[in-house]
């Protein structure tokens, strides 16, 4: 199994909701990733947890807050964002973080209005 | 400045054709190159892993090639078909610090 599936596929949501995006992995991979894609352009690398606590954070603002419950699970906890914010937020996941390769999720398209 | 490079950034050619994707990189200081394929509004699909210390890899129709020294990886598709129309993109990991830096990516159009 090279799955890593992500919940929900689609998100609409206003600029006061609180909402979170999931991510699970049943690969034994003890990294896991979040990235946010706009349209037409390269993944950008968010949040790295690695064994479960965190281990970059790429200067993302605040409203967006991760966790890693356990090692097959990772959440992205969204409050207060902006239009701006409507992306593709992909999840992925690797052996560990000496980069060994790279599985990614189907993505969340998130729609902030 | 740590980049990645990819072109042409669109290409369209008839089905049958053999193709070549380009990929450059700034700093031969590498853990490894990725590269992807992305179909419109979905995630990635892993195609080939090359890592550092090895030349090219090989799935199916895809050839993978790798020169550090150079900075510069390439990514072969022989006898292209309508499905592999899509967008590709290398991704390059970087040591010293850990850091994977995408390409903007090749969007291809295999034409039936």
């Known amino acids: 199994d090279t799955e890593v599936t992500q919940t929900p596929k689609h998100l609409v949501m206003g600029m006061t909701n609180k909402k979170s995006l999931k991510c699970e992995q049943h690969?034994?991979?003890?990294?896991m990733y979040w990235y946010k894609q706009k349209a037409k352009k390269p993944p950008e690398l968010m949040f790295v947890?690695?064994?479960?606590?965190?281990?970059i954070n790429e200067s993302v603002p605040s409203r967006f807050s991760p966790e890693c419950p356990n090692s097959s699970l990772l959440n992205l906890h969204l409050h207060a964002l902006q239009p701006e914010d409507s992306a593709l937020y992909l999840c992925?996941?690797?052996?560990?973080?000496?980069?060994?390769?790279?599985?990614f999720g189907q993505g969340t398209r998130l729609t902030v209005v | 400045k740590q980049e990645v490079t990819q072109i042409p950034a669109a290409l369209s050619v008839p089905e049958g054709e053999n193709l070549v994707l380009n990929c450059s990189f700034t700093?031969?200081?590498?853990?490894?190159l990725q590269w992807f394929r992305q179909d419109p509004g979905k995630g990635l699909t892993s195609l080939l892993l090359i890592q550092s210390s090895q030349r090219e890899q090989t799935s199916g129709r895809l050839n993978a090639s790798l020169d550090k020294s150079s900075g510069r990886s390439t990514l072969y598709i022989a006898a292209s078909q309508p499905g592999d129309s899509a967008t590709y993109l290398c991704?390059?990991?970087?040591?010293?610090?850990?850091?994977?830096?995408f390409g903007a990516g090749t969007r291809l159009f295999v034409k039936a």
């Open positions: 992925a996941s690797s052996q560990d973080t000496m980069r060994t390769e790279a599985f």
């Open positions: 690969m034994g991979h003890r990294a």
């Open positions: 991704a390059v990991d970087y040591t010293g610090g850990f850091k994977t830096i």
């Open positions: 947890y690695s064994y479960e606590k965190l281990s």
């Open positions: 700093d031969s200081a590498i853990y490894n």
